[in-house]
T-cell receptor, first 114, second 111 residues
Framework: DADVTQTPRNRITKTGKRIMLECSQT?????MYWYRQDPGLGLRLIYY???????NKGEISDGYSVSRQAQAKFSLSLESAIPNQTALYFC?????????????FGEGSRLTVL | SQQGEEDPQALSIQEGENATMNCSYK?????LQWYRQNSGRGLVHLIL?????REKHSGRLRVTLDTSKKSSSLLITASRAADSASYFC???????????FGSGTQLTVLP
């Protein structure tokens, strides 16, 4: 089984619908991240969390919200999806302060908003 | 956090040739990491070089780091078609709370 699991892997939805992307990890890492990738572009950070009580906005948080339900679970929500949120979304985990900063990625959730 | 900038944006070579990708960054770092992404898949950590290291090897990968020039290079020797992917560098400073990624180098290895 994958260490970082994202669900769903693919989702097609309509404008205005609420969508939740879920991420769970078995690596025991404190840090979790949500990134977005658009075709031909790099990854942009949406939100990140260092523990269940420490949640931070990233570069492009507008239109998104997150919930850190437990150390192992970090969900990303689109309250009212719009077409320009069509993208590939990645969850990643990291160990913590004083470490190398290495990240471990899930396989991605491809979201299409019509 | 700071973002690395990869160059070139795209690279196409024949199987068996070496592939070299470059990365530039702007401020001091603790380490610099290289990641690989197969099309539509998650990024995978390839190799990490610390700021006090100048060169590091891992199999067919060779990474160099020049902190005076704030640059790094990733060399893949004897490329294979399976090496076709996007490659990203990520400079990391100890105080950073996140890793930031550039647009990557898209490598195509032709059989």
């Amino acid at each position: 089984d994958a260490d970082v699991t994202q669900t769903p892997r693919n989702r097609i939805t309509k404008t205005g619908k609420r969508i939740m992307l879920e991420c769970s990890q078995t690596k025991g890492h404190d840090r979790m991240y949500w990134y977005r990738q658009d075709p031909g572009l790099g990854l942009r950070l949406i939100y990140y969390s260092f523990d269940v009580k420490d949640i931070n906005k990233g570069e492009i948080s507008d239109g998104y919200s997150v919930s850190r339900q437990a150390q192992a679970k970090f969900s990303l929500s689109l309250e009212s999806a719009i077409p320009n949120q069509t993208a590939l979304y990645f969850c990643a985990t990291g160990i913590g302060q004083g470490t190398s900063g290495e990240l471990f990625f899930g396989e991605g959730s491809r979201l299409t908003v019509l | 956090s700071q973002q690395g900038e990869e160059d070139p944006q795209a690279l196409s070579i024949q199987e068996g040739e070496n592939a070299t990708m470059n990365c530039s960054y702007k401020t001091s770092i603790n380490n610099l990491q290289w990641y690989r992404q197969n099309s539509g898949r998650g990024l995978v950590h390839l190799i990490l070089i610390r700021s006090n290291e100048r060169e590091k090897h891992s199999g067919r990968l060779r990474v160099t780091l020049d902190t005076s020039k704030k640059s790094s290079s990733l060399l893949i020797t004897a490329s294979r078609a399976a090496d076709s992917a996007s490659y990203f560098c990520a400079p990391f400073s100890g105080s950073a709370r996140q890793l930031t990624f550039g647009s990557g180098t898209q490598l195509t290895v032709l059989p």
